[in-house]
């Protein structure tokens, strides 16, 4: 996701979005990821499918604001000190590991 994310991030940014509004999304890869997702219920417990498609869009938006803090000249504030922590956390899959 870090090698495209910044060529795709419009499509990036409406995907949780997207998903929960079941509307088709901005790139053919992600509705296909979308469609993989759905399918999840198929084969886990409704609690731990839950948990792997919030795991996943919590990635993916996460990802979305590490590129715009990377790509915007944002002015940063000395007290926001945790920041880069909070998002790297976003863009990590810490909470689908605990599965």
Avoid at 15 to 31: E, G, I, K, W
Wanted: negative net charge; glycine residues 2%.
């Amino acid at each position: 996701m870090d090698n495209v994310a910044d060529s795709i991030l419009d499509a990036l940014s409406a995907f949780t979005q997207r998903f929960y509004a079941h509307q088709s999304q901005l790139h053919p890869v992600l509705d296909c990821y979308a469609k993989v997702m759905l399918r999840l219920y198929d084969h886990y417990e409704p609690y731990v499918a839950d948990a792997m498609i919030m795991s996943s869009c919590t990635f993916i938006d996460g990802s979305c604001l590490e590129v715009r803090s990377l790509t915007k000249k944002v002015p940063t504030n000395k007290n926001a000190k945790l920041w880069p922590y909070y998002v790297r956390s976003l863009s990590g899959t810490e909470s689908i590991q605990l599965i």
